[in-house]
């Protein structure tokens, strides 16, 4: 067998022919590698079987009823399909497949038993709303104001050196352009500006991405709408920051 130590997940889960089964116990004992691969494939299988369900919320069940009850069925298909060969080489790819399957399968019932949590919603642990109003209302809150190119509009960035961290506020600012977006830099001492992330809209107040307090300078300018690793046009604003986190005026 050309690839036995892809056998491993297969062999813990028990789905290995008898002739498979008997030339990998043969490989197992003289391969510690696959000795442990077993071992921990087995302790995945165990947590998933030990994990206790998690009842979901009564509405759950009211709302799919009645989703339910306003679907029209389909009649059934009557296309009788051919059995689908399995050839040795799919079998391979299956089996290979096995670890990452069960590590997967780990993992939704960890989430689900409430052993882990994760909320796609969250940013460097803090919902951004409300992180940039803690920001504006910071005791150590501290304003740098600049005005955009022809008068169009204003930036205002707003630095906590307590928290942190700094937001970004427009007022009456142009749209970047069709397949633009506008990004927001940091300039940390002795070093290039880094993207702090994008403002897609201007009008709404954005938090920066990284350490406001030892920035020596914010920018922003008009750049691709997925974002550049580095500024590739003239910022349209740009912030002087102290290094002791105050800016260039008063809250």
Same mark, same amino acid.
């Given at each position: ?18 002739? #498979?089964?008997?030339? $990998?116990? &043969?490989?197992? +004992?003289?391969? %510690? @590698?696959?000795? /442990? #691969?077993?071992?921990? $494939?087995? &302790?995945?299988? +165990?947590?998933? %079987? @030990?994990?206790? /369900? ?30 689908p060969i399995e050839s040795t080489s799919t ?78 506020i427009g007022d009456h600012v142009p749209a ?58 003239d910022p349209v604003a740009l912030f002087p ?11």
């Amino acid at each position: 067998m050309s690839d036995i130590h892809a056998l491993s997940g297969a062999y813990a889960v028990d789905a290995l022919d008898d002739h #498979e089964r008997t030339e $990998f116990e &043969e490989h197992l +004992a003289v391969c %510690a @590698e696959c000795r /442990a #691969e077993v071992a921990s $494939f087995r &302790e995945t299988g +165990a947590l998933i %079987a @030990e994990t206790e /369900a998690v009842d979901p919320p009564a509405s759950l069940r009211d709302s799919v009823l009645s989703g339910i009850s306003q679907i029209r069925p389909n009649p059934p298909e009557t296309t009788t399909l051919p059995e689908p060969i399995e050839s040795t080489s799919t079998r391979g790819v299956r089996r290979r497949m096995l670890p990452q399957l069960l590590a997967a399968a780990a993992a939704v019932v960890l989430l689900a038993a409430g052993v882990l949590t994760w909320h796609p919603w969250q940013h460097d642990g803090d919902n951004s709303a409300d992180l940039a109003t803690q920001i504006l209302n910071a005791p150590d809150a501290m304003r740098v104001t600049e005005k955009l190119p022809g008068g169009t509009g204003e930036l205002t960035l707003v630095r906590s050196a307590s928290l942190k961290r700094a937001v970004m506020i427009g007022d009456h600012v142009p749209a970047a352009g069709s397949g633009k977006t506008y990004q927001m830099w940091y300039q940390q001492p002795g070093q290039p500006m880094v993207s702090a992330g994008l403002m897609p809209d201007a009008d709404e107040p954005t938090v920066l991405t990284g350490d406001a307090a030892t920035a020596v300078a914010a920018a922003v300018s008009v750049e691709p709408t997925g974002g550049s690793h580095e500024p590739t046009t003239d910022p349209v604003a740009l912030f002087p920051l102290k290094a002791d986190g105050s800016g260039n005026e008063g809250a």
